[in-house]
């Protein structure tokens, strides 16, 4: 994908019709730490031509790997975007507040999705004869949308496909924010083909 990412597997973009829900992709960085050329031997002794080679070839026979998984977990309609009158900006306005809930279907399947993801990265580790350092799981959430979700409905959605707010004919709220829901890895795409569909029905409106 980048110069960051050494390599991306999409494998699990789709889900399997016959197996639990859990869709995530699956990103590995090779460590480079102690496979660097030396110019000096553990003992001290200075490498020069075919010594230096051999020492640098030597590092290089087996490394290190970061894997990562971002998995889908979807919101709950309880999750709220409000001001914080408690936190201000150096203006004394308030700062926004969210308060991020998962829905229960989401909850329910974590435990299954952390093992589904602890069993892959035990056959990339046997596939190498490697072996697992150690595992963490984060409880941050990247590539946020919503907010002002989209729907049909005023009383669960702040406004339609377009943008157009229910309550307000002439306020339009573009791209990520009206995302009822996000994906396990970046939307920008999606974002902008949103906000450039919104465009069109605000011109078309300007133009009457």
């Not at 069109?200 to 133009?207: K, M």
């Amino acid at each position: 994908m980048n110069e960051q990412h050494g390599l991306i597997s999409r494998q699990f973009f789709r889900c399997k019709p016959d197996k639990p829900f859990v869709r995530h992709d699956l990103r590995i960085w090779e460590s480079g730490f102690g496979r660097e050329p030396r110019l000096k031997a553990k003992d001290g002794r200075l490498l020069l031509g075919d010594d230096l080679l051999a020492e640098w070839r030597s590092g290089t026979e087996r490394g290190s790997a970061r894997v990562r998984a971002y998995y889908d977990a979807h919101p709950d309609r309880e999750s709220s975007l409000t001001l914080d009158t408690a936190a201000r900006n150096r203006w004394g306005d308030p700062l926004p507040k969210i308060e991020h809930r998962l829905d229960p279907p989401a909850m329910s399947r974590r435990d299954a999705t952390h093992r589904h993801l602890a069993g892959i990265f035990e056959t990339l580790a046997r596939a190498n004869n490697g072996k697992i350092l150690n595992t963490s799981v984060g409880d941050y959430l990247d590539h946020p949308a919503g907010g002002c979700r989209m729907g049909n409905d005023p009383s669960s959605s702040v406004c339609d496909s377009y943008g157009q707010t229910h309550d307000h004919e002439n306020l339009f709220v573009v791209g990520a924010p009206a995302l009822p829901t996000a994906g396990c890895t970046n939307g920008t795409l999606t974002f902008v083909a949103l906000t450039l569909r919104s465009a069109e029905r605000i011109a078309s409106r300007l133009r009457r």
